[in-house]
C-alpha cells in the first residue's frame, strides 16, 4: 500500500501567519492516464470532512483562494497564506492513484 | 443538492455483520462513485472502499477478506456489509461521493457486547 506522510503533526499559528503542510508519499502518484490523484482533506472538530484540493492544486468550489496545493511524484505542499479563525481543524492528504487508496495521519492547525 | 446520508444500527455484537446504508440524492449511481471511509475515536480517516459508477469494487486490503459493496440503483442506495466484527471496527463510517468531494454526516458503530 502507498505510505502518505504527513508533517508536521501539528501547528499552531496566530491569524494573519502563513501556514504549509507537507505530504510525500512512498511512491510516484502519477497515474498512467497521466493525472495525479493528489486531494487534500479538512475536517473541522464536530464536522464531516470537505475536500479542498483535488488533482494537487484545483481549488474546490467555495474554496477561498488563500489556500493553495503543490507537488509532484512523491511531494506535495497545502499552503495556506494567511490563517484565519475558520482554518482550524485537522489536514489530510488522500491519494487515490493506487489502490488501496490512501490517507495521510493528519496535520492538526490550531488557532493561537 | 447533492446529499449522502448513512444509516444502519449504533451497536453491533462481536464476531457479528455489519450492514450499512447509504442514501444519496443531488446525483446519479450510474455516473458517480460512492466510497466508505472510517474514523475511529479520536483518530485519523481510513479509506473502506468503492464502488464504481459502472458497479465494480475496490477494498481496503485489510478489510478485503470481510468486506462487500454494493447498490440499488433505482433505491439510491449504498451497501456496506463487514463480517467477524472486532472492537477495533468501532468508528464513524462515512459515505462519500466521487473523488471525496460530498460527504455524509456519518454513523457512529461501536463494537460491543
Known amino acids: 500500500d502507498v505510505v502518505m506522510t504527513q508533517t508536521p503533526v501539528s501547528l499552531s499559528l496566530a491569524i494573519g501567519q502563513p501556514a504549509s503542510i507537507s505530504c510525500k508519499s512512498s511512491q510516484s502518484l502519477v497515474h498512467s492516464d497521466g493525472k495525479t490523484y493528489l486531494s487534500w482533506i479538512l475536517q473541522r472538530p464536530g464536522q464531516s470532512p470537505k475536500r479542498l484540493i483535488y488533482?494537487?492544486?484545483k481549488l474546490d468550489s467555495g474554496v477561498p483562494d488563500r489556500f493553495s496545493g503543490s507537488g509532484s511524484e512523491t511531494e506535495f505542499t497545502l499552503k495556506i497564506s494567511r490563517v484565519e479563525a475558520e482554518d482550524l481543524g485537522v489536514y489530510y492528504c488522500w491519494q487515490a492513484t493506487h489502490f488501496p487508496h490512501t490517507f495521510g495521519s493528519g496535520t492538526k492547525l490550531e488557532i493561537k | 443538492q447533492v446529499q449522502l446520508k448513512e444509516s444502519g444500527p449504533g451497536l453491533v455484537q462481536p464476531s457479528q455483520t455489519l450492514s450499512l446504508t447509504c442514501t444519496v440524492s443531488g446525483f446519479s449511481l450510474t455516473s458517480n462513485s460512492v466510497h466508505w471511509v472510517r474514523q475511529p475515536p479520536g483518530k485519523g480517516l481510513e479509506w473502506v472502499g468503492a464502488?464504481?459508477?459502472?458497479?465494480?469494487?475496490d477494498y481496503n486490503s485489510a478489510l478485503k477478506s470481510r468486506l462487500s459493496i454494493s447498490r440499488d440503483t433505482s433505491k439510491s442506495q449504498v451497501f456496506l456489509k463487514m463480517n467477524s466484527l472486532q472492537t477495533e471496527d468501532t468508528a464513524i463510517y462515512f459515505c462519500t461521493r466521487s473523488g471525496l468531494r460530498g460527504w455524509g454526516q456519518g454513523v457512529m458503530v461501536t463494537v460491543s457486547s
Open positions: 464502488i464504481w459508477s459502472g458497479g465494480s469494487t
Open positions: 488533482l494537487v492544486s
